[in-house]
């Protein structure tokens, strides 16, 4: 299983970014999908993430200023961010909990390598 994120990079206050996560591989079921974020020095924090059946949670800081999409095929989830603020700064990781395949247990939690986002005042 591989995530690929795209997106990110240096945007003012006020303005918007979109990322783009896809999984790919084995693809047998994938439970949730969604963004992670972690700020120099902070915890990795949920920012949203979708589930199977379509339930989107959102962190209540972010909530009315990002939303959280996906494709049809439920492989690529987008999280378009605006109304961006500095305290959003920081590295935005792309999760998925998946059954890889039919004869797989129990799903595996999966993390894209991590794409930066700086917003400067």
């Known amino acids: 299983v591989q995530l690929v994120e795209s997106g990110g990079g240096l945007v003012q206050a006020g303005g918007s970014l979109t990322l783009s996560c896809t999984a790919s591989?084995?693809?047998?079921?994938?439970?949730?999908m969604g963004w992670y974020r972690q700020a120099r020095g902070n915890e990795r924090e949920l920012v949203a993430r979708v589930t199977r059946g379509g339930n989107t949670d959102y962190a209540d800081s972010v909530k009315g200023r990002f939303t959280l999409s996906r494709d049809d095929a439920k492989t690529t989830v987008y999280l378009q961010m605006n109304s961006l603020s500095p305290e959003d700064t920081g590295t935005y990781f792309c999760n998925a909990g998946i059954i890889p395949t039919i004869h797989s247990t129990r799903s595996e939690d999966y993390w894209g390598q991590g794409t930066q986002v700086t917003v400067s005042s």
């Open positions: 591989g084995g693809l047998f079921s994938i439970i949730a």
